[in-house]
Nanobody, 123 residues
Framework: QVQLVESGGGSVQAGGSLRLSCAAS????????MAWFRQAPGKERAFVAG????????EYADSVKGRFTISRDNAEKMVYLQRNRLLTEDTAVYSC????????????????WGQGTQVTVSS
């Protein structure tokens, strides 16, 4: 089992950058594929980015390709989401997720969730 805690949310102006962090606790962190999701006001939660156990493979939603980068540090049990050129439509609660069954599963129905962190992008 793994526990996830996000941090790094806050307010930022459009065009700016912000890095989100997800700290994991529990054993065998490198056995989990990881992902970030977001839920904007009035919308369903949506996949943003995913990363494989080793970090060698990543996937992104089309809306964030070229602007967001997911990475992980298995030694520190951390996952990051670097977000550049932020848009007002990036305003959402961002959540970290984990699953043992690879990126294909973690991006659809992850077994573990963090509680989320609010990000507000203003114009």
């Amino acid at each position: 089992q793994v526990q996830l805690v996000e941090s790094g949310g806050g307010s930022v102006q459009a065009g700016g950058s912000l890095r989100l962090s997800c700290a994991a606790s529990g054993r065998n962190f490198n056995a989990y594929a990881m992902a970030w999701f977001r839920q904007a006001p009035g919308k369903e939660r949506a996949f943003v980015a995913g990363i494989s156990y080793s970090g060698g493979y990543t996937e992104y939603a089309d809306s964030v390709k070229g602007r967001f980068t997911i990475s992980r540090d298995n030694a520190e049990k951390m996952v990051y989401l670097q977000r550049n050129r932020l848009l007002t439509e990036d305003t959402a609660v961002y959540s970290c997720a984990a699953d043992r069954n690879g990126v294909g599963v973690v991006r659809r129905r992850p077994a573990y969730w963090g509680q989320g962190t609010q990000v507000t992008v203003s114009s």
